[in-house]
């Protein structure tokens, strides 16, 4: 029998230059099926354009990006990866429930399973009240919710998130992260962008990000063994990270 775990994401020396300035060196990576990693790194370390790249939304100066086994990027991909920006992307003057059909609609769903999703992620991020507003009058944490909403409505077998608890409530976020836990359990790979310690703490994996390179990748609680820390704020500034 074959134990090994099925690779999901891989990047193989990643670099990205804007205007030939190159912001991410090289960065190699393996995310496991099922997974929740997490990407751990102060502003401006390139996390974002790291994931844009897993997205397809972006593509890489060098290297290789490979998703479920398919190079990318590539516009059939969309179905399979549910992504979830660090700006919201949504039409304000529409409702939430218009903007979900909308997005559902894009990504195939339907009659009662496009009914379906919709209520099971409004009453996720807890905005099943506000359906019928315009998204237009929701305030930021609303909008990041309903965006996590959003990329949630197909079921991707891949979800790539960036920051996707800014501005939510501890209540909130902590019922948002079991509910990534129990997509994890059924099988979704979670890539998930942070600067918060305690979120980095809940990943399965994670990979530290400085300055465009990746300076460690580990568990959690590996990270912190290895250079004798606490924290993984600790354990990042051992390993030559920046204060975020
Ligand atoms: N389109 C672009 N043109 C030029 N430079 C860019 C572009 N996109 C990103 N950069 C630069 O790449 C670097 C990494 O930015 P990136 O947004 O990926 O960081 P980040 O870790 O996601 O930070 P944050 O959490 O603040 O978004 C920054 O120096 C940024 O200025």
């Known amino acids: 029998m074959n134990n ?3 690779i999901c994401i ?3 020396e990643v670099t990205r230059a804007f205007g030939g300035k190159e912001v991410l060196h090289g960065i190699s990576l393996e995310v496991r099926r099922s997974e929740i990693f997490g990407l751990l ?3 401006g370390s390139g996390k974002t354009t790291f994931v844009k790249m897993i997205a397809g939304i972006d593509e890489a100066t060098r290297g290789e990006v490979e998703v479920l086994g398919t190079r990318m990027p590539k516009l059939d991909m969309m179905n399979r990866i549910g992504y979830m920006a660090q700006s919201d992307a949504m039409y304000a ?21 496009m009914k379906r999703r919709m209520e099971e992620v409004m009453a996720l991020v807890n905005l ?3 359906l019928k507003r315009p998204v237009g009058a929701y305030s930021g944490g609303m ?8 990329a949630l409505m197909h079921e991707p077998e891949v979800l790539i998130l960036d920051e996707p608890t800014v501005g939510i409530d501890p209540v909130l976020r902590k019922s948002i992260w079991d509910e990534f836990e129990s997509l994890s359990r059924q099988g979704t790979t979670i890539l998930v962008t942070t600067h918060v310690m305690d979120e ?3 990943c399965h994996r994670l990979g530290m990000v400085r300055d465009g390179s990746l300076i460690a990748v580990g568990t959690p609680e590996a990270l912190k063994q290895e250079t004798g820390s606490v924290t993984i704020e600790e ?9 975020a």
């Open 93 to 113: 003057e529409l409702t939430a429930k218009e903007n979900l059909e909308f997005f559902g609609a894009l990504f195939g769903l339907r009659g009662a399973k």
């Open 10 to 12: 891989r990047t193989q």
């Open 41 to 43: 790194g102060p502003s």
């Open 128 to 130: 099943t009240d506000h």
């Open 143 to 150: 909008k990041r919710r309903l965006s996590l909403a959003i």
């Open 4 to 6: 090994k775990p099925e």
């Open 200 to 202: 980095a703490d809940k």
């Open 235 to 243: 354990a990042f500034l051992h390993y030559g990270g920046v204060r």
